[in-house]
């Protein structure tokens, strides 16, 4: 499967709200509905924040939201936090318990 | 509250065959499947391949097909994946993680895969 596409980077001040996107295709991010999102600082290991396109774990500020619309999945971030920066990637099931996953989003708060 | 615990960092010569280990607690073993995912260095993130843990069955991706083995040993709650014919541009980051409704809740911490000669 190709790579979902998110875009290089974003970034926002805090308390501001930033939306990152992720466009897959028919086959993956349009056909099922379990997109998630995950948060990564540097050198450590990626965390959920959302799955299911719209849920969040328990223990996940409800300033992290999901959403899809056709193709395009997209995660906003409301009341931006300095500890919001990090890389942000995106994942879809792709059917026969396959995965792909977006290049990543670096989200900078300036 | 699960957790997953890697192996150490592996260094490698082309060609060699390189096997990371993740042990699983905290959670019923069986129930859950794991996936492997990779990070090459300044990259994304890779998936590689699955493995119900229940059922033993397995799905990789295309690209690594013909390389990669993902097995499991109930009795030690542990899940392994071996990549062969290693080349240069598989030096990265290996993850395991927790299957959880089609994504993955629980990481292991990463294990440092070089390729060097």
């Known amino acids: 499967q190709s790579a979902l596409t998110q875009p290089r980077s974003v970034s926002g001040s805090p308390g501001q709200s930033i939306i990152i996107s992720c466009t897959g295709s028919?086959?993956?991010?349009?056909?099922?509905?379990?997109v998630s999102w995950y948060q990564q600082h540097p050198g450590k290991a990626p965390k959920v924040m959302i799955y299911?396109?719209?849920k969040r774990p328990s223990g996940v500020p409800d300033r992290f939201s999901g959403s899809r619309s056709g193709n395009t999945a997209s995660l906003t971030i409301s009341a931006l936090q300095t500890e919001d920066e990090a890389d942000y990637y995106c994942?879809?099931?792709?059917?026969?318990?396959?995965?792909?996953f977006g290049g990543g989003t670096k989200l900078t708060v300036l | 509250q699960g957790q997953l615990l890697q192996s150490g960092v592996e260094v490698k010569k082309p060609g060699a065959s390189v096997k990371v280990s993740c042990e699983a607690s905290?959670?019923?073993?069986?129930?859950?499947?794991i996936g492997w995912v990779r990070q090459a260095p300044g990259q994304g993130l890779e998936w590689m391949g699955w493995?119900?843990?229940?059922?033993?069955?397995?799905k990789y991706a295309q690209k690594f097909q013909d390389r990669v083995t993902i097995t499991t040993d109930t009795s030690t709650t542990t899940a392994y994946m071996e990549l062969r014919s290693l080349k240069f541009d598989d030096t990265a980051v290996y993850y395991c993680?927790?299957?959880?409704?089609?994504?993955?809740?629980?990481w292991g911490q990463g294990t440092l895969v070089t390729v060097s000669s």
């Open positions: 993680a927790r299957g959880f409704s089609y994504s993955f809740d629980y």
């Open positions: 905290g959670y019923t073993f069986s129930s859950y499947g």
């Open positions: 493995i119900s843990v229940y059922t033993g069955n397995t």
């Open positions: 028919s086959s993956d991010v349009g056909a099922y509905d379990y």
């Open positions: 299911d396109v719209t």
């Open positions: 994942s879809s099931y792709a059917g026969r318990y396959s995965w792909v």
